[in-house]
């Protein structure tokens, strides 16, 4: 359709953030112009979707030299892997214009601005690039904090901005020392991201790059022990941003593991992979069991959102085909399973005015609309069978096992934990007697539920027949491993049968 | 002939300027304004011809002017033009800050020009004596400058300290000179950096003294650690577009000759690279453990001004190792400083009121409800400064990191990137209180002319402009 698709979607939302930031327009105007051009977003993913052709390799790739003696460019392209984190972006956020009206101005532009800067830190295949993206993704997030957050958004949004800076400065230490082992090896200057994978360092230095990455990433996930910011900043954040900071955000962390981390250092990732993978499980296990003990709603699913982030992480370090395909498949089903349950809390806590659990009950008789969505959301983000979010945790604790049963045996337990604290809360607050604060609510009107049904039938679709999405992940997360696992790991792959005669001619 | 003379042709320009704005001072009818917008034109028409020379002539690499006394390379011609655009909007924060402050006169922006005619020289010296001329007409005119509101208590301290210090700088630096000629028996950088080559670098003890004085001077001027306690007052006590030129043209020249005197030779460079080395760590930390204590926005960006002169002095460090990179690294890191910080200056000069009345932070806060766009022009300064992209910093930094990293420093590339974690913490600071908090006072009349607005603007275009710019290694 558009010859530079991806910087279409890229930029539309950016210079139309931009545009209202500066123009004198209303609040509304704001919202309206706001959802319509994250739908254009959406009906330009839907494009990319569609012409996408899972070959395994970067498509609707763009190249323009940025600075051309050290290699920069602008270069954008889109795998199978990062490909349905761009539509889970793009098909979640035209949400958040319909259901959060009473909003400034500001708040939307800068909903825009972020969504342009994640578009661009998944589609970015310049490690430069990606960086300037992913550096420009925190500030829209650090202003909506910082002027529409909670009574404590201050500190939230302080701690949030450090640790995040902190981290993705040293990443930036680590990419350069990247592209100048890459002109030392190979007499080239580049910073692609994709030549960067034909890197294999290993060392001492090469460890302290690594974790350079990793802590960047890590914070960002994010994983213990790099996870006390999250508890703050989703609570305090309005409700819109923590959506964009669990569905979206946190996943571009696991996308830098995967696209950039990985590649590159495969010999060293190998080595410490049993290292990562046990902070995951830690961060699943003890953000599952702190997830128990809160008596706010919003505070609890923050740390349920992390904890399932950890599963995803889990499922990255495991390093084989059905944990990684698990892991981006786990990528759309926690953005529409947890990631929507916080545009539900919003929904909440704007009409009832009050996070605390106790001061809610019997909401179940009173909206069933409402509470019939939000089990189904729930049940998907505690992986039920039938829902999108089994399918993904499934195929991750099977490639888990294969990696190490025990790190399989701990992340099956942390599911447990799981559906401990998401059913107590839900019978505490939708079901049990009614309370003041629940006395006055009211179900989702039209509107907002028809906004919702899409988003339903999305996590369904993806629990019972997840053929089509696993066909398009499937021939890029084969390669990548075929690519990336160091060699004497022999693979097998159990869920297409077509995958292994492409394993044995890329395993060179 | 006619090339050097286009070459030099700035240079000749800005002084007789400012000579010509001495002379018309005397005439009754020559206003403030007329000198402001004549200064102005000067600093302007210098600044194409410069551009239009670094577009032009760059068919040879070095250009040596009067006997190889002055030389142009691509890297004095960058240097020259930063400074000329600093003259330019310093200008222009001048005209904005004294509609408020009533203690100009012509003779300012005649010293402005004759400190610009300093700078330029100082970026295409190639030999002591003449790098002692040029440094001494700099420092005269700004010793002038920085007490020029002679009413003023802090402004008459600044230029007591400074005054004092420098001169012992300028004394250091004519010993210094002294002792190499007398170990070299030529003043020429080329000419010292093969003695150097063929007899090592510490073959003589007058060498390494006069090494050792002229070094000090450059430090001292160029605010690093640990000659850098003068900074504070001295910038404090200046009015404020004259800290912005300060802080951003006089830092150029300094780096400018700088580079040029450790570029003469590779083992001159070796010979200091481990004191810079650790003087640039020192730098860094000193200035950000400084700048996190203050409470006045004009100390914290004296401060923050170390820490700069520490990444530059990476760059300097790093120098040794590829002659072409570094030079170009550090002409653009100059170039992205100087925009972010002569913008804030810029954006303080209309802002701060009448006696500088409002120059701490806690002065600015809720700017953003009431002036939105200031508050968001001086954030995107305030990011450049702290290196977040896409701005001008960020690619400055990222290029001395490069530049670090390749010359096999690493450890001193990622302990910059610390430097630059700490100094979030000050940077964000400012705009938390100009966002996140309830304005205290109403800031409606702070707007008593255009110039400085547009000026201001137009240094935010400047900092995402020079962020796209690709630098040719």
Redesign the interface.
Known sequence: MFAHLLSVMIFLPIVAGLIL??APLGRTTARVAGFGVSLAVLVLSFDVYAGFTATGKLEFVEYIP?????G?AYHLGIDGISLFILMASAVLLPLVFVLFGTRSKGYYANLLLVEGAMLGAICAADL?LF??FW??ML?PVF?ML??YGGPN??PA??KI??YT??GS??M??SL??L??QY?TLTGEWSFSIEKMGLLNLSGQ?AAVALFGFMIAFAIKIPLFPFHTWLPDAYTEAPSATTFVLSAIMAKIGVYGVIRVVMPAFEMEFARYALLFAYAGVISMMYCGLAAIAQKDYKRMLAFSSASHMGIIAVGVFSMNVQALTGTIYQIVAHATSTGVLFLFAGILEERTRTRAINDLGGLASKAPVFALFFAIAMLASVGLPGTSGFIGEFLIILGALKFNVWIGVFTGLSLIIGVCYMLWMFQRVFFEKSKAASESFKDLSLVEGLAFVPVMLLILIMGIYPHPFLRKIEPSTAQYIAAVAPSGVTQTVAVSPALPAELTTEKN | MTNDFILFFPVVLVSLGAIGLMLAGTCRCFRLEHAAWASGGLFGLAFLVQLSATLACDHSLYNSLFKDILVVSPFSKAAGLVILGCGLFSVCSSISYFKRNNFSGVEYYSLLLFAAAGMLLLTMTRELVTAFIALEIMSLAIYVLVGYDRDNVLSTEAVMKYLVLGAFGGAFFAMGGAFIFGAVGSTKFHLIGNFVATNGFSASPALLAGGFFIMVTLFFKAAAFPFHAWVLDVYDGASMPITGFMATALKTAIFAVFANFLLADAALQQGWVNVLFYIAILSMFMGNFIAIGQNSLKRMLAASGIVHSGYLLIGLVALGSQQQIPGSVIAYYLAAYAAGTLGIFSALSFLSGKGEQWKNFNDFKGLAKTNP?TA?AISIFL?SMA????TAG?MG??YI??AA??AGH?SL??LG?VS??IA??YY?RLI?LM??HEAERSFVEEYPCRVGMVSTFVLVLCVFAIS?Y????
Do not use: D, N, Q, R
């Open positions: 930031l500066f940025w600075i051309p003696s050290l920069i430069v960086y300037v550096e420009v500030l202003f910082g002027l958004k201050l949004t302080l901005t450090l800076i902190a400065l040293l930036l230490a350069v020392y592209a100048v002109h230095a | 766009y968001f990011l290196g977040i992209p896409p960020f930094k990222l990191i490069i990293i390749k690493v590339a990622v990137i630059s974690i979030m913490w964000l938390v966002y996140f796209l690709p630098i040719a290694l």
